[in-house]
């Protein structure tokens, strides 16, 4: 009797569905990296949590304070922190903060909203990593009391969009963040660093250290550094991006 050395088409389907599903049952290389980084960030920014009242978050309640950040700079959109109306998010990508825009946005806003300022402390509620992005929803440590004598906390979202974030280190991912929001001892030490318009190219080199980049446009020149850009003209500090 012969014998075929092939698996017949029952055996061959069982093998495949067994491949497919062990496949599918092991996470990818990608997938546990992302999940060792949301692990490790969410140790670096512990959670804020907040009180509940009537099935809702109450956020001028504290029930247990996690990190204090502070705001480094501008264009942080942010809105009553009890609002029912879905907040604009801020959007970093590239070290440019960009706001949504379009008539959903539009409709979102209310009478009280405003940016925060630098220099202002945060606490982070909600810390989510997806794919290509770190989403924070920050709310202020301190209650501001409006025209009608109600107080509020403000609440942003913000959202860092980083490619090939599931192949970065934590360290990584933090360099990202840290010009934006950061912890005191990390603000400050980066405050010190101060540009002052009028300085002249040796004495930034001196205070950020050599640029990555120069771009000479003749009367103008600017030193590009990863969190900003320094524009000259005539070797003096006319702003700063």
């Known amino acids: 009797m012969t014998h075929s050395s092939s698996l017949r088409p029952s055996a061959l389907f069982r093998t495949a569905v067994l491949v497919a599903t062990l496949a599918l049952a092991a996470p990818s290389a990608t997938a546990q990296n992302g999940a060792a980084l949301a692990e490790t960030l969410k140790a670096d920014y512990p959670i804020t949590k907040v009180g509940i009242s009537m099935l809702k978050f109450d956020y001028n309640r504290i029930t247990e304070p996690g990190i204090t950040l502070t705001v480094r700079i501008p264009g942080i959109y942010a809105d009553i922190a009890e609002t029912q109306q879905a907040i604009v998010n801020t959007n970093f990508e590239n070290g440019h903060a960009l706001q949504q825009k379009g008539f959903l946005a539009s409709l979102s806003k209310t009478g009280n909203s405003r940016t925060l300022s630098p220099n202002e402390q945060v606490y982070v509620t909600k810390l989510d990593v997806k794919q290509d992005s770190i989403h924070f929803e920050l709310i202020t440590t301190d209650v501001t009391t409006l025209g009608g004598g109600n107080s509020t906390r403000y609440r942003a979202e913000v959202n860092f969009r980083i490619p090939n974030l599931d192949s970065m280190t934590a360290e990584d991912v933090k360099k990202v963040i840290d010009p934006v929001i950061a912890d005191s001892a990390t603000a400050n030490a980066v405050?010190?660093?101060?540009?002052?318009?009028?300085?002249?190219?040796?004495?930034?080199?001196?205070?950020?250290?050599?640029?990555?980049?120069?771009?000479?446009?003749?009367?103008?020149?600017?030193?590009?550094?990863?969190?900003?850009?320094?524009?000259?003209?005539?070797?003096?500090?006319?702003?700063?991006?």
Do not use: H
Request: aromatic share 6%; proline share 2%.
């Open 191 to 241: 405050q010190s660093k101060t540009i002052k318009i009028g300085m002249s190219t040796d004495e930034v080199k001196k205070s950020l250290g050599n640029p990555d980049k120069i771009v000479d446009l003749g009367e103008k020149t600017i030193y590009i550094y990863k969190d900003m850009k320094v524009v000259f003209k005539n070797s003096q500090v006319t702003d700063v991006q």
